[in-house]
Nanobody
Framework: QVRLVESGGGLVQAGGSLRLSCAAS????????LAWYRQAPGKQREWVAG?????SADYADSVKGRFSISRDNARVYLQMNNLKSEDTAVYYC?????????WGQGTQVTVSS
């Protein structure tokens, strides 16, 4: 069974930074479509950023210029700078192993204004 586990969430003031990390129970390069999603209270889950096989990255308009996704051999990261109150949400790591969609348990990010 392949699992994704997020860490790094917390409480931060507006304008601050956090770095989320997502560890996989298998080689991270065996997992495709790696991405970060988030879900704020009362809202639908939304895609935040994704990283491709050759480390190409793409971002939602709401986080462009502030967030950066990257990965190494073991983890995928989300560096979040200049955080805003509207970034408050549970952040989820996601990927695909073969035909199986994977989701982590989520990590809470709270930005105080």
């Amino acid at each position: 069974q392949v699992r994704l586990v997020e860490s790094g969430g917390g409480l931060v003031q507006a304008g601050g930074s956090l770095r989320l990390s997502c560890a996989a129970s298998r080689n991270i390069f065996s997992i495709n479509n790696l991405a970060w999603y988030r879900q704020a209270p009362g809202k639908q889950r939304e895609w935040v950023a994704g990283v491709g096989a050759r480390n190409s990255a793409d971002y939602a308009d709401s986080v462009k210029g502030r967030f950066s996704i990257s990965r190494d051999n073991a983890r995928v990261y989300l560096q979040m700078n200049n955080l805003k109150s509207e970034d408050t949400a549970v952040y989820y790591c996601s990927g695909k192993y073969g035909t199986v969609s994977l989701w982590g348990q989520g990590t809470q990010v709270t930005v105080s204004s």
